[in-house]
């Protein structure tokens, strides 16, 4: 039985993102870890069950070179769709995808992820 589910993003600027992801978003801060040379690993729920782990992509290149360059593509589904759409300045087209309406946006490093109605 799966209870949880977190993907770790790698990323310029973890305190810019941990922001990006409470403002659009609204994710809380459920953990904050220090890591060795100040780096640090800051955890976000989004949902009961999912959470964003945003790591340092500076520290991840020195610690984890393998996977540095990783960016999970990702899908959200939300209530909010349209909410969510006006509120986000950086939210591209609503598009209809195989029947479910859909719009992309880019963080803070340009990584383009999905919102879909849901």
Excluded: C
């Excluded at 809380?28 to 790591?55: M, R």
């Excluded at 984890?64 to 509120?87: I, K, W």
């Amino acid at each position: 039985m799966q209870n949880k589910v977190r993907i770790m993003l790698y990323v310029s600027d973890v305190m810019q993102h941990a922001m990006f992801w409470q403002e659009n978003f609204q994710a809380d801060i459920v953990e904050e870890i220090d890591l060795q040379e100040g780096y640090k690993n800051i955890v976000l729920g989004l949902a009961p069950t999912i959470e964003l782990s945003l790591f340092d992509k500076a520290f991840i290149t020195k610690y984890s070179p393998e996977v540095a360059d990783n960016v999970p593509s990702l899908m959200l589904y939300r209530t909010d769709f349209f909410e969510l759409h006006e509120r986000m300045a950086q939210a591209m087209e609503i598009v209809e995808v195989n029947g479910t309406q859909t719009f992309a946006f880019p963080d803070p490093d340009g990584h383009y992820f999905v919102v879909a109605k849901g």
